[in-house]
């Protein structure tokens, strides 16, 4: 029988958790580098601020900002029964504020979820992605509420490390399949 999906997130999670600091960096460094090259001034890019052992960093952040890049990072809020609500958005200019969930965002104005839409490109939070563009979050399915509002033409990119990129992933029918991975070592790989 193939691993549950809480299965998986555990084993990655304890993966990640064992990557040395002096390895995460220099993954970072190859993923801002990367991306950077994805992107010119002008554009529109959503992305995340890392929490904990996801890839990524602040200096991604930074630099794409640098570049001319619009940066939009992911607003979390629940209704009024806890239930997650599409992903809010808010304009990066190099400030953070401790948000819910342990979360760091950027301070208010916010904009609403439908800004997803201006993005070219997307880039997700994820623990693995698979072959054909099945992503696996957390679980909380913020993003599952929200990437169904991205511009059809724009590339939806999960950033993983080199061994999270997977041959299958269980799916549901409401997951919004990646266009692409982006890992350090591999690069963009086209996903689908």
Do not use: N
Request: hydrophobic share 40%; glycine share 8%.
């Amino acid at each position: 029988m193939p691993p549950t999906k809480a299965e998986i997130r555990t084993a990655i999670l304890s993966a990640r958790r064992a990557v040395p600091d002096d390895v995460r960096r220099s993954e970072s460094d190859e993923l801002r580098q990367r991306l950077t090259e994805l992107t010119r001034a002008g554009d529109t890019v959503c992305a995340y601020v890392p929490v904990g052992s996801e890839p990524g960093s602040v200096a991604i952040l930074d630099t794409l900002v640098a570049s001319g890049v619009r940066v939009l990072l992911p607003v979390a809020r629940t209704d009024e029964t806890g239930q997650p609500r599409p992903l809010a958005w808010g304009d990066y200019r190099g400030e953070l504020v401790t948000a819910r969930f342990g979360l760091r965002e950027p301070p208010a104005p916010h904009l609403p979820a439908a800004a997803i839409g201006t993005a070219s490109t997307v880039v997700v939070p994820a623990l693995a992605v698979d072959r054909v563009g099945s992503r696996l979050g957390r679980g909380a399915g913020f993003y599952d509420r929200s990437l169904a509002m991205a511009d059809v033409a724009a590339r939806l990119i999960a950033m993983v490390r080199d061994d999270e990129v997977l041959d299958r992933l269980p799916a549901e029918p409401h997951d919004v399949p990646m266009t692409h991975a982006l890992t350090p070592g591999d690069g963009l790989v086209e996903l689908g």
